[in-house]
């Protein structure tokens, strides 16, 4: 399995991005998929996941501005990111969660500065 993100990016704060996943290669039916992000020196933190069916769990500091979102038939998932702040700076990372095993794409740096 491969997954292969999208979207990041420099922004004003205040702005938005949409970041898309897109993962490649055999997936079974149920599984998590979601965005995690890290900054140097910090543990890597989930930002948000989604199940497949449709619900959805968010970190304390998404606060409302951020929606995560998913295609089952195109194997994607987003991160509608809206509001962005200059601490929400940082690589976001998209995952997959199957079968016990997490997947993890390549990182895309979203930078938030003036």
């Known amino acids: 399995v491969q997954l292969q993100a999208s979207g990041g990016g420099l922004v004003q704060p205040g702005g938005s991005l949409r970041l898309s996943c897109a993962a490649l290669?055999?997936?079974?039916?149920?599984?998590?998929m979601g965005w995690y992000r890290q900054t140097p020196g910090k543990r890597r933190e989930l930002v948000a996941r989604i199940f497949m069916t449709g619900s959805a769990n968010y970190a304390d500091f998404v606060a409302g501005r951020f929606t995560v979102s998913r295609d089952n038939t195109k194997r994607t998932v987003y991160l509608q990111m809206n509001s962005l702040k200059p601490e929400d700076t940082a690589v976001y990372y998209c995952n997959l969660f199957v079968r016990g095993t997490d997947y993890w794409g390549q990182g895309t740096q979203v930078t938030v500065s003036s």
């Open positions: 290669g055999n997936i079974f039916s149920s599984n998590v």
